[in-house]
């Protein structure tokens, strides 16, 4: 998991329990957003990165994190990176897993999410029934991050979760 | 100031997308229909988001007492440097399009090259940012495409926007000292350079979307140094409002 963020394992699991505003089944760690996190004595350095410039969900990550820490003992001081930017490649597994079973599709690959959102390829898989006989509705959804979907074999609507590279 | 070119040169930037974002904002609720809603207010808060890593910085530079906030919100309309193109208004969604798209082919070439800056926030800055701007254009041109190559009324719409606002296109290259200063350095862009590729791309887009290249050479310019269209007061009426009216409230 997680292999290019430099986390100290001591703060793993208090990391795993801050969960994303936005998308609740989703840790921060699963998103990938914690790009390091390192201890000296109790003090906490972390450094998160904004999956998206606008995303008003940031500055509660920052205060949950805090929090957390808090509850845990620690003092936490949280900064703001930009780069590398976010890649939609750096959710975890288990972050992919979690979206498609909250009803979020999980993001194809830079060149089938493009066929999916420009080419009108029936690609991206129905969260409730599987089905890829689905169809874009919106290239933009309920937040920054997300396409709208519907299936045209069990018509639920669902969001997608845009590739970002 | 230390660098006070550098300060400058990240609000010419910054202003344009605070304005734009501002003015896509005025659609929140009011989109033509629910999804194209839902995009604009989707791209604006990305230019907002965008702006506000830019104004942190400069604020940062300013080292003043002056924050993201009192840049964006508390500048007399002189003080503000966008480009004409993104305070012209909604009119209808034709024209809230052909503004989106004669911008976003700028934006896209613009932060490409931003990338490659002397100055590792403002390459950091624009890493960050293209991944959305190529959003922002993808939409942009399908409606271009898709207005153009729609109905008879769509077409003549969409020309229309198109016409009026080619006038503000020349301005998006035009260079102000502080952009000469800063590309000397190897931090700012030379536009200069993006000019020819910018109208040999809208050029060809609007032929495949079966409208027309204006001809005109005649161009309005004025944003950069702070002069501004009659537009302008009144998107700072808004942007402002709160501020004014309560100094120094916090969310
Ligand atoms: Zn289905």
Aim: charged share 25%; aromatic share 10%.
């Amino acid at each position: 998991m997680i292999n290019h963020a430099e986390i100290d394992s001591e703060l793993i699991p208090i990391l795993d329990q801050v969960a994303d505003p936005e998308i609740p089944v989703l840790t921060i760690l699963d998103m990938g957003v914690v790009r390091y996190a390192r201890v000296k004595e109790k003090e906490v350095l972390i450094k998160i990165t904004p999956t998206y410039s606008g995303c008003p969900a940031m500055d509660v990550i920052g205060d949950d994190i805090i929090k957390a820490f808090k509850e845990a003992g620690y003092m936490a001081k949280v900064e703001l990176v930009l780069a590398p930017s976010w890649s939609t490649d750096w959710i975890t597994e288990r972050g992919r897993n979690a979206l498609e079973k909250y009803g979020i599709a999980p993001p194809l690959e830079a060149e089938a999410d493009k066929a999916a959102l420009l080419g009108g390829q029936k690609i991206v898989k129905c969260t409730l029934c599987g089905s890829t006989n689905t169809k874009l509705v919106s290239q933009f959804g309920s937040t920054a991050c997300k396409a709208l979907f519907q299936c045209e074999d069990c018509h639920e609507p669902f969001d997608y979760f845009k590739c970002l590279k | 100031m230390e660098n006070n070119n550098l300060y400058n040169y990240i609000l010419g930037i910054a202003d344009n997308s605070l304005i734009l974002g501002q003015r896509l904002g005025e659609l929140c609720g009011h989109g033509p229909s629910l999804e194209t809603d839902i995009a604009c207010t989707n791209i604006s808060l990305d230019l907002l988001g965008q702006v506000r890593s830019y104004y942190q910085y400069a604020a940062q530079l300013a080292d003043d007492g002056r924050n993201e906030d009192t840049i964006a919100m508390m500048r007399p309309e002189r003080e503000y440097v966008n480009v004409l193109l993104v305070e012209q208004p909604n009119t209808d969604f034709a024209y809230t399009m052909a503004r989106q798209f004669l911008f976003d082919v700028y934006h896209f070439s613009f932060l490409t090259q931003l990338q490659n800056s002397a100055d590792n926030t403002l390459a950091a800055i624009a890493k960050k940012s293209i991944k959305e701007v190529s959003y922002h254009l993808r939409f942009s041109s399908d409606w271009i495409k898709r207005l153009g190559d729609g109905t008879e009324e769509s077409n003549k719409r969409i020309q229309n926007a198109i016409n009026d606002l080619w006038t503000y296109t020349d301005e998006l290259f035009h260079q102000t000292e502080a952009d000469k200063q800063m590309i000397s350095e190897g931090v700012g862009v030379d536009t200069s350079k993006l000019k020819e590729q910018y109208y040999n791309e809208v050029s060809s887009l609007l032929k495949e979307a079966t409208l027309e290249v204006p001809e005109s050479k005649y161009f309005q310019k004025g944003g950069k140094k702070g002069i501004h269209t009659e537009h302008m007061g009144y998107i700072l009426a808004e942007l402002q409002y709160m501020q004014r009216t309560y100094p120094n409230l916090t969310w």
